[in-house]
């Protein structure tokens, strides 16, 4: 039976073994390094000090007036050799040796080795100078000094030689005691690293979660290759409420900087629409609560749904390892697509009832001609169609703008089968030419005007008024270039303080059971286009007795984003 693989080290065991690796490479370098600088101390120290007592004993007058007076070896010898090993055990010495000019012994530990010839150089002594060196005598290897004792002292003839030294045995005794503190030092040195070894790589097996490299680089790699192809924007956010990550998707749809200017700084500090804000801060809803979902959010160039989570980190994470989750899908055109939808439901259902109407009409002026009526007949379809004909020649003739004539065409059906009646308002004159000189996109026309126009004729219907109710609207360039939509309802009109509200995302005058999604949007929308073509908007008091809505979009300063959808009511 096979052995199950073995699971592959985590990341913080592979970081503690390398650790521990270089640890030893240093330590043993170090204590090595530490012993070679030992080992040459030990020798520099021993030839300074027998250096120091070789020249002590050249310099003492026993020594110097033994040497002038010329005695005999054996004489000489014993009136020295009680004083140099005297010396000798007192410094520490391997050994003081007191010699003649060509060599002769007359001092050494050895009495035997007393009377025969020195062992090692004497030459450089001889010329009056200091010989250093490492030589084998009679007692092994040793680090010895000879220098010179002169007659006078200072001066005069070479009349012996004093040789100091410390044999190699001796100076291995005291390296040795310094090469256990060394390895001491060394092995605290190691278990201090090996501690602090072990403590990184528990920090990094928390950070880490215990994973494998490969493990590690694989849910790297996916996570990031998951995050660039998601089409919705992601963004997740810390306990403390600053930005962790942002996804492409989301970087385009927020339109962002970099990754290094983002990261680590609080929504409100990146310039985004406050309701975004609000969505990415969170609490999310009225009840104070962090969870989302498919929140209607406007910025300055689209319409996002956005929905918030809070992030559950994985069992092990460290501490501030969650925080809130929100993604964010761009309804944008969907949104443009499902007004164009309702407006053209819209217009259906009003040119059924007018096709309705008309038929009743027409099997009036039918039942006239089969009563011997005709005259009367040709009358009455005479009159309805000049009616028809009157309306259509009125947008036509001022808006010769063929998108925006259709929308007041079908505004006027939808208006007037809701008893509101819609005038052109003299001095309204928009074509083409005049769109194009002040660079505003068609659509962008519809977004103001659609919406303004549905929202007055719910306010003039939820108004009725003696004289009928009605909405006017006027359409034109100024001579300046810029674009000019004003819209008067004879409904209810608008509080001041509804006045400043009214643009905000969410804002209607329907009661909730009256609100079916998309309510509060349409205002919204109409804000987001003067903001993107940094034009004005003005709520006023009507001469109809309603609000008046008076919308200017200066001339090419249309943004190059895409622009808002149309359609929708407030």
Excluded at 77 to 95: D, K, M
Excluded at 224 to 246: I, K, P
Excluded at 423 to 444: M, N, T
Excluded at 523 to 530: D, E, H, I, S
């Amino acid at each position: 039976m096979s052995r199950p693989p073995r699971a592959p080290r985590s990341v913080a065991a592979h970081l503690m073994w390398w650790q521990v690796l270089v640890v030893l490479l240093l330590v043993a370098t170090a204590v090595a390094l530490a012993a070679l600088d030992a080992r040459r101390d030990a020798r520099e120290s021993a030839a300074a000090r027998a250096a120091a007592v070789a020249t002590s004993v050249a310099d003492s007058p026993d020594v110097r007036d033994v040497a002038v007076s010329g005695v005999a070896a054996t004489e000489a010898s014993a009136e020295l050799q009680p004083f140099a090993e005297q010396v000798r055990r007192e410094t520490g010495t391997s050994f003081v040796v007191v010699m003649a000019p060509d060599g002769t012994r007359w001092t050494h530990p050895d009495p035997a080795q007393v009377g025969r010839t020195y062992l090692g150089t004497r030459a450089g002594a001889l010329a009056g100078g200091t010989v250093v060196e490492t030589y084998t005598g009679t007692l092994g290897p040793s680090v010895r000094v000879v220098v010179p004792v002169r007659a006078d002292g200072t001066t005069g003839d070479v009349v012996a030689l004093v040789s100091t030294g410390i044999t190699v045995a001796q100076l291995g005794q005291g390296f040795a005691a310094d090469l256990r503190v060394i390895a001491l030092a060394g092995l605290g040195v190691l278990v201090l690293a090996v501690g602090g070894s072990a403590l990184v790589a528990r920090r990094a097996r928390r950070i880490t979660l215990g994973l494998a490299g490969p493990e590690l680089a694989r849910l790297v790699t996916t996570y990031d290759a998951v995050l660039r192809s998601v089409r919705e924007g992601l963004v997740l956010l810390d306990d403390a409420g600053r930005v962790r990550l942002v996804n492409d998707a989301a970087r385009a749809l927020l339109d962002l900087p970099p990754d290094d200017e983002v990261l680590g700084r609080t929504p409100g500090d990146l310039g985004l629409a406050a309701g975004l804000v609000r969505v990415l801060e969170g609490p999310a809803d009225a009840h104070g609560t962090a969870e989302l979902d498919d929140e209607v959010v406007l910025t300055e160039q689209r319409v996002l749904v956005a929905s918030a989570r809070t992030a559950r980190p994985a069992a092990g994470a460290p501490a501030g390892a969650g925080g809130r989750v929100v993604t964010l899908r761009d309804r944008t055109d969907l949104l443009a697509l499902t007004d164009e939808l309702e407006t053209t439901r819209s217009l259906a259902d009003a040119l059924r009832s007018q096709a309705h109407e008309f038929a009743n009409r027409l099997h009036t002026v039918v039942a006239l001609v089969e009563l011997g009526r005709g005259a009367e007949a040709v009358e009455l379809a005479t009159d309805e169609l000049a009616a028809a004909q009157a309306l259509t020649d009125r947008v036509v003739g001022a808006v010769g703008e063929p998108v925006v004539a259709a929308l007041l065409l079908g505004a006027s059906a939808r208006a007037a089968e809701r008893g509101v009646e819609l005038v052109v308002a003299d001095g309204s004159q928009l074509d083409e030419g005049d769109l194009a000189r002040a660079g505003v996109p068609v659509r962008d026309v519809l977004t103001v005007a659609g919406n303004l126009l549905d929202n007055a004729v719910d306010a003039a219907a939820a108004r009725p008024r003696p004289l009928g109710a009605v909405v006017r609207v006027l359409l034109r360039t100024d001579a300046d270039g810029a674009l000019r939509c004003q819209v008067d309802d004879s409904g209810p009109g608008l509080a001041p303080d509804d006045a400043a509200r009214a643009f905000r995302r969410g804002w209607s005058t329907k009661a909730d059971d009256e609100r079916p999604q998309g309510r509060g949007l349409g205002l919204a929308l109409v804000g987001q286009a003067v903001h993107r073509h940094a034009g004005e908007v003005a709520v006023t008091r009507s001469d109809l007795g309603g609000a008046r809505f008076a919308v200017v979009l200066p001339a090419g300063r249309a943004a190059a984003a895409a622009p808002a959808t149309a359609g929708g009511a407030a």
